[in-house]
């Protein structure tokens, strides 16, 4: 009874403290600067090396749940292509991407007003179906969105005119916290039609995505968490939230450290009295 | 004939799906083109399903009075008041049967949807997943601990991806020659992500691949049928 005690109060003494190191960190910030990694370089290069008014397409395969990692790279990718002149398809096979598409352009719009909708952007909505509707769009763009989010027919869109299937894209970005997401765009649009696939997940999802990015280049870079998400926005010279928060998320990483030293401690006293 | 019919659309389905793979001609590829149509208004309705579902499941916890029932009327009431609100009033990009509701609108700068989904939803949902951070660490406590050479790797192996992760990792071994920049803390990080972790991944996609083919298998030839409910 009285160690099962302890444990609960042990376990109550890490919340706080992990709460209290979280906090002070996005009150007073601390400005680490965050090194940048290959696989957010690549991706980066995939958004830079493409052409001017080339039309490329954005997903929004996430939800809010994973908005705090997923959202700043969908801003800070946003914002990139806007700067190199690309006109964004946003479309979405998780039914609360859309809303998640909406926010994201938003915040890049308000670095670049001039930009249009149906010329320079433009919200296609959700597709039920994942994979499937991956497929459909392989064979036909029109026929999977037969109209936009507010209902203006597909072929009055002016950017859409020479989007026939998804061979017509310069590059997919699929902004996924799980399935259906990037690896479905792997399989269903990079492989078979060649049509280069980048993208950004959470950190707990990156390790599973990683075997893609391969001398095949079935991804173009991936940007995994936070920390990805800062790279990014170090690489296109933006003070974001995902700078502001990685502070926060290098101290919890340092305390989660010191916890696993005190537990080794006390894991060998433990065991010493446990001898004698 | 219950399973009998659904066991043969499964098997001719199926078929068709392998062979358009192989033979992307007419008329295959006409045929899996409608069968991928087909395939997107059933997961329509799969999602009314689901919602009638819902209300069904939980209708009865709350009759029931179930452990925690309070909690599925919580949920039932969320999910009835996001339903009125959107077929009300509509959403960002669509009219209501009350048609844009500007009056709200004025008063709360957006549809009362949209209002819910942003200052209710996405902070709870946030929440939820944040709470994981407190989790990890009481789990790094307890479970982390030197027993075994197996453990004993496995954290030297969790603290340097760790503190790769962290912009700090990246200070601590900045200083470090260009001859032993290996050693630099997020490259070792990279290499563990890139290698040992790649590695057992593929092998682990490579084994669910194999075991996906098996089950298809499986359920286009009609041995595994638990899909179709009932029958063993």
Known sequence: MSANKNTQTERRIIYLVLLVAVALPLIFPIGWKTEVSSYTKMAWELIENTPDSSVVLFSFDYDPS????????????????????????????????????????????????????????????????????????????????????????YENIPMLKKVKTLKDVAYICSLSSGTPGIKEWVMAARDPLGTPVTGGTTAVSAPGLLPYVNSQKQLYGLLGGLKAASEYETLINKIGSATIKMDAQSIAHLLILVFIIIGNIKAFYSRKRGAQ | MKYKIPLVFAFVCGILVVISEFIPHRPFNML?????????????????????????????????????????????????????????????EYRGIFGQGEKIQATVGMKPFDYLFA???????????????????????????????????????????????????????????????????????????????????????ISAALGIIGSSLRIILGIERSYLGGEK
């Open chain 1, 66 to 153: 994973t908005i705090t990692e997923i959202q700043p790279m969908a801003e800070a990718m946003l914002e990139h292509s806007f700067s190199r002149n690309q006109k964004i398809i946003a479309v979405a096979l998780w039914p609360q991407g859309v809303q998640m598409a909406d926010q994201a352009f938003t915040v890049a719009l308000k670095k670049y007003p001039e930009k249009k909708y149906g010329v320079d952007y433009v919200n296609l909505g959700y597709k039920v179906a994942g994979i499937v509707a991956i497929q459909a769009m392989g064979k036909s763009m029109q026929e999977v969105f037969p109209s936009d989010q507010s209902g203006t027919k």
């Open chain 2, 32 to 92: 899996i083109t409608t069968l991928q149509d087909w395939f997107m208004i059933i997961s329509g309705f799969a999602i009314l399903l689901g919602q009638i579902s819902l209300f069904q499941a939980n209708i009865k916890k709350i009759k029931e009075k179930n452990k925690d029932w309070p909690f599925y009327l919580a949920g039932l009431i969320s999910f009835t008041v996001m339903l009125i609100f959107g077929l009300l009033w509509g959403t960002q």
């Open chain 2, 119 to 205: 200052n209710a939803f996405m902070p709870l949902s946030s929440t939820m997943f944040s709470l994981l951070a407190f989790f990890i660490a009481s789990a790094a406590y307890r479970a982390f601990i030197i027993r075994s050479f197996e453990s004993n790797l496995l954290m030297i192996t969790a603290v340097i991806v760790m503190l790769g992760r962290t912009s700090f990792g990246g200070m601590l071994t900045s200083w470090l020659p260009e001859g032993l920049k290996f050693l630099h803390l997020p490259n070792l990080s990279d290499f563990i992500m890139e290698f040992p972790n790649s590695a057992a991944q593929r092998a682990i996609l």
